[in-house]
């Protein structure tokens, strides 16, 4: 099982860094596993600015653009079960990773929700993510349902 580790985009920022050394000097990279990154950032500015990529550390990034929100509001991009699946299909083709990196802008809601969900996917008993801090319940609720969907067709 991957450690799901979620946190803010500049925190996800610094985490991938400590990973980076000058060609021929990767020894002295801070840190050495291999994670995978799921960017969530918002669409109403179009992004953060940020573009995570597949590296030497990094096994792959997904990004997605929507924001938090509990229910459809006009100009914004609400959680949708497409969402749901990309996240799924990602988490499940890199569960080999040490680390899933799951981030949004501040790490409490959007990011929380995922992190938790993926923490259950891979059989954790008890979420930090869910327990602790206000995980977004819109996000919540559709990973499970289009868990719970997949799962009847297995």
Known sequence: ???ILVCSVFDAFEYCMDHYA????EEFAERKDRYA???????HTG???IRFCESASC????T???DDIIRPVDGAVFFSAEHADRII???LAHQDADTILVHCYAGESRSRAVGGFLEKLFGAERSRYLDTGSPNEAILRTLNEQWVLRSDHL
């Open 89 to 91: 299909d990602f988490a």
């Open 37 to 43: 990154v799921i960017s969530i950032q918002d669409s």
């Open 59 to 62: 096994t792959g990034a997904l």
């Open 22 to 25: 000058p060609f021929g000097l």
């Open 47 to 49: 992004g953060f600015g």
């Open 1 to 3: 099982m991957p450690h």
């Open 64 to 66: 997605l653009l929507f």
